[in-house]
């Protein structure tokens, strides 16, 4: 019977590694190779680094308390989910243990516009009781700390960010049209 050689199985191995696909980025996951503190980011999204801090909405009467304005992010204290009337129930409302809520956007103008968000939660744009299908998805930077950014088309006017099931009990948002 013939044996292997020493070097075939581990250069077997590193090549077999290197062919399995990697795991996804978790979006509240500290990713390597980045400067602690330090956030690369493009111009455009420098807002991200100093966001202001408010309370998302458990009912839609309560949305004028919770308006998130356009370019501005937000550190934004989410509800437990049973404590939350959504204008529109959401695709993924979340268990009794998540936490989510609602903020108001107001669209300047027509046009496509990005929701982004540091952590994992369902994201859904409701306007005039009507889910808006988004148009586009993806990951931040790496290393800006944002983990979803999903593209949506908005007319003018005030529309509702639907956050739901959540695990964590705040999350980071920022809305900014789409050149």
């Given amino acids: 019977m013939a ?14 590694i290197g062919l399995a696909p990697s795991a996804p980025a978790r979006a509240d996951a500290p990713q390597a190779n980045c400067t ?4 690369a980011l ?6 991200w680094t100093s966001p202001t801090h408010f309370e998302a909405a458990g009912t839609v009467s309560a ?7 356009p370019g501005q992010a937000a550190l934004v204290a989410l509800r437990p989910t049973p404590d939350v009337s959504y204008a529109l129930r959401p ?3 979340g268990g009794t243990v998540s936490s989510g809520g609602m903020v108001a ?4 103008k027509a046009g496509t516009y990005r929701v982004m968000l540091n952590a994992r939660a369902w994201l859904d744009v409701v306007r005039d009781g009507t889910a808006i299908a988004s148009t586009h998805h993806e990951h931040g ?6 983990g979803k950014m999903v593209d949506f088309p908005l007319p003018a006017g005030r529309s509702v960010i639907q956050l739901s099931g959540s695990g964590q009990p705040e999350i980071e948002i920022m809305v900014m049209p789409v050149p």
């Fill in 63 to 69: 949305l004028d308390h919770a308006v998130l304005p």
């Fill in 105 to 108: 956007f107001d669209a300047p």
């Fill in 3 to 16: 044996t292997a050689k020493p070097f075939v199985i581990p250069a077997l191995a590193t090549l077999l």
């Fill in 42 to 47: 493009p111009d455009d999204l420098r807002a």
């Fill in 91 to 93: 695709d993924e409302p």
């Fill in 141 to 146: 930077p790496a290393c800006s700390g944002i």
């Fill in 36 to 39: 602690p503190g330090k956030p």
